[in-house]
C-alpha cells in the first residue's frame, strides 16, 4: 500500500485530501500565526511536487491557482502527491504587502532559512527543512507585484549549474510561453532549492491588484502541464511550439516627470531606438519620448499613467532566443 506524507503533525493517507496548518510566529497579542498546508496524496507512488504561492504577501494569482489544482485533482487519478502552501507569508499577506513587517524581509530572499534568525528566515527554514525536502520539483508561484507584467517564468539557477538543464525543461513544460532565463538574487527558493537537486521554477502569473482571471487560467494549465508531462496524472500536456527566452531584463528610464502613453504594448517586440512611450504634461502635451534602448520585449509597465522623473516605466526583456 501506498505510504502516508506527513508534514509535521499533518497527515495524509494514501487516496486522501488533508488540511492543516503550522505555526510559524505569534503576533503582537500572543495570538498564534498559522500557515496553511495542503497535501493531496496519490493512490499510487510517483513523485512528489510541491507549490507555493504568496511568499510575497501581495502577489494574490497563485493563490487562485493553487485552490484550482485543489478543487480539480483528485487523490484518485493522481500517483505521487502534492504538497500545497497557498500563503507562504502570512504576515505579509494580512498586511496587504510583499515583505514580512516583522523583520521587514521577503521571505523568498531568506532561503534555505535559519532555525536562530529573524522571522522570515524561521519560516523560510522550517518550510525548506520539513516540506519542500520531500518534494521532487518544485513551482514557486509569483506575479510582478501589482505592475502589469507579462505572464512568464523564472529559471534562476545560471546556465553553470548542474541542474540548469531540468529546470529548463520544467520551464518550457509549464508552457506560458515566455521564460526569463537569467540567474536569481540570493536566497530565492528557485536558485536554493536546486543546489539538492529538485528542478525549480518561479513563474510570473502577470501583475495586477487582487486576482486577474487570464494569469491564474495560464498558471493553473501551467501546473496541469506539469502533471501531466511528470506523469503524475493521465493526459498529453498542451505546450505551446514556440517559446521566447529572454537572458537579462533591461529598465526602461525616463528622464522626465509627467504622464505615460504608451506606443508599445505587453508583449510587443520593440526595436532598437523605436518609440515605446511619451511622457506628456498636465495638460497632455509631450514633453519627452521615450525611445528602446535595446532591442526586446517589452516585459512590464507602469500600474499608473503618471511617473515622477528619472524613474523605472518598465523593463525590457532582451538577449532573446527561442526554443
Known amino acids: 500500500m501506498k505510504s502516508n506524507i506527513n508534514i509535521e503533525s499533518i497527515i495524509a493517507e494514501s487516496g486522501a485530501i488533508t488540511f492543516g496548518y503550522i505555526d510559524v510566529g505569534e503576533m503582537q497579542d500572543c495570538s498564534i500565526l498559522k500557515l496553511p498546508i495542503a497535501i493531496i496524496n496519490g493512490v499510487e507512488d510517483g513523485p512528489i511536487l510541491y507549490i507555493q504561492s504568496a511568499s510575497d504577501g501581495n502577489e494574490l494569482n497563485g493563490i487562485a491557482v493553487i485552490q484550482r489544482v485543489i478543487e480539480h485533482i483528485s487523490p484518485k487519478e493522481l500517483r505521487g502527491g502534492i504538497i500545497a502552501v497557498p500563503i507562504t507569508n502570512v504576515f505579509a499577506f494580512n498586511y496587504n504587502q510583499s515583505e514580512n513587517p516583522v523583520d521587514k524581509r521577503k521571505i523568498n530572499r531568506c532561503f534555505p532559512g535559519k532555525d536562530n534568525g529573524t522571522s522570515s528566515f524561521r519560516i523560510a527554514h522550517r518550510l525548506f527543512n520539513n516540506v519542500i525536502k520531500k518534494a521532487n520539483l518544485c513551482i514557486d508561484l509569483h506575479q510582478g507585484d501589482v505592475s502589469p507584467m507579462v505572464d512568464s517564468v523564472n529559471v534562476r539557477v545560471s546556465s553553470l549549474h548542474r541542474l540548469h538543464r531540468k529546470c529548463m525543461e520544467l520551464a518550457k513544460v509549464f508552457g506560458i510561453g515566455y521564460i526569463l532565463d537569467e540567474k536569481g538574487p ?35 494549465k501551467g501546473i496541469i502541464n506539469v502533471l501531466k508531462y511528470y506523469n503524475f496524472i493521465d493526459g498529453k500536456p498542451e505546450i505551446c511550439q514556440r517559446q521566447i527566452v529572454v537572458k537579462r531584463l533591461y529598465p526602461i528610464i525616463c528622464n522626465h516627470g509627467g504622464f505615460i502613453k504608451y506606443h508599445a504594448n505587453l508583449y510587443d517586440i520593440v526595436e532598437y531606438r523605436q518609440p515605446i512611450a511619451d511622457i506628456c504634461d498636465v495638460f497632455g502635451r509631450i514633453i519627452e519620448t521615450i525611445i528602446a534602448p535595446k532591442k526586446g520585449v517589452l516585459w512590464s509597465t507602469n500600474l499608473y499613467p503618471m511617473t515622477f522623473g528619472a524613474s523605472i516605466i518598465g523593463f525590457l526583456g532582451i538577449n532573446i532566443s527561442y526554443k
Open 186 to 220: 540570493n536566497g530565492q527558493l528557485a536558485q536554493v532549492a536546486p543546489d539538492i537537486d529538485i528542478p525549480t521554477i518561479d513563474p510570473e502569473l502577470g501583475g495586477c491588484h487582487g486576482w486577474d482571471k487570464i494569469s491564474i487560467e495560464k498558471g493553473f
